[in-house]
């Protein structure tokens, strides 16, 4: 699904992301921004992306904010929360949504090529609680290393757990980074957990599909640009402002020693009926066992000051002990049948 950018873009815009090619940070890139029109510059880290477009190089960057299954991303929690104050004009502007569905590559065993695919892996366990989604589709046991991304090891636990267990498990910077690093290996016993757009890619094999926890597997991503504007919206120009439904999201922080300083902060939105739907808190690194926090509720911020959403910045600019407008866009969740 498509989102609008708007009669006004011009042709090759930079736009960065989390790489490298056939990334699932890449493949929403490619969802929102065409290659004709846009020049797509992939980044090696998440901060990268945030730096790109904090000076200027790029209109826009693509990042992975949280997963439905294994919750928030951190580093772009610690990034949006910016708790060094380099990233200051950095804010959210759209979302996109992408169903993640892991496959585990690497390469064929040659010399397990023959055995039945029924119990390949000689780290099987069956034992669990929970049975695992999909199975091997080929002999495992030459497998001594297994690399992703932390959050595609957590999406993958029971798959790993009854099939490779006791496997060692590698975080690289992203899934395709596995893949690159897997098609690289000369042992040839190194796997990765990547997409199939990186197997076809690469000229990997298939060792086994779908091997994430939950089929509903979906990863949200945010759209960053530089502000200051909380009126540029990646929107239609066609549509009114008012037809759609809003996010915004805000950091802030509370004074530690006050009773009920979190609580009191909390209960300015529903105070003025704004629905919360996320709260992540992060260490300060200021002092110890103090933290701050990043919220996300249903509204927008208006240039004109009104509006519920104003109001309830403006009560939380009184209780807090300082916050931060990250940004506001249009929802773009598909609620259908839910």
């Known amino acids: 699904m498509g989102m609008g950018m708007g009669s006004n873009r011009q042709p090759q815009q930079r736009i960065a992301y989390l790489g490298p090619p056939t990334s699932y940070t890449h493949q929403t890139t490619l969802n929102l921004f065409s290659e004709e029109k846009y020049e797509l510059t992939p980044q090696v880290t998440i901060k990268d992306v945030f730096s790109v477009v904090q000076n200027s190089q790029v209109s826009f960057g693509v990042i992975p904010f949280e997963n439905s299954s294994n919750g928030s991303v951190l580093p772009t929690v610690d990034l949006l929360i910016d708790r060094e104050k380099k990233f200051g004009a950095v804010q959210v502007c759209g979302e996109a949504y992408l169903p993640i569905r892991h496959c585990l590559l690497g390469y064929v065993d040659p010399a397990g090529e023959t055995q039945a695919l029924q119990g390949a892996a000689s780290t099987t366990d069956e034992s669990g609680p929970r049975a695992s989604r999909a199975r091997p589709e080929a002999d495992l046991r030459h497998i001594t290393r297994i690399l992703s991304h932390p959050q595609a090891f957590g999406q993958c636990e029971i798959f790993l757990s009854t099939y490779l267990k006791g496997v060692e498990c590698q975080e690289v910077s992203s899934t395709s980074k596995a893949a690159q690093m897997a098609a690289e290996d000369p042992s040839k016993t190194t796997a990765a957990i990547s997409s199939s757009l990186a197997a076809n ?138």
């Open 201 to 338: 890619l690469l000229g990997l094999s298939y060792l086994a599909h779908d091997i994430q926890d939950r089929e509903d597997n979906t990863t949200r991503f945010f759209v960053l640009r530089k502000g200051p504007s909380p009126d540029d919206h990646m929107i239609s120009p066609n549509q009114p402002m008012e037809s759609f439904k809003w996010k915004t999201m805000v950091s802030f922080d509370v004074d530690h020693c006050v009773s009920g300083a979190l609580a009191d902060a909390l209960s300015v939105f529903k105070t003025f009926d704004l629905n919360l739907t996320s709260i992540n808190s992060r260490p300060s690194r200021l002092q110890m066992w103090h933290y701050k926090f990043l919220i996300e509720f249903e509204g927008k911020k208006e240039a004109d000051k009104e509006g519920p959403g104003n109001k309830a910045l403006a009560a939380l600019d009184k209780i807090t002990s300082g916050w931060r407008w990250v940004g506001s866009w249009v929802d773009q969740m598909d609620r259908t049948g839910a």
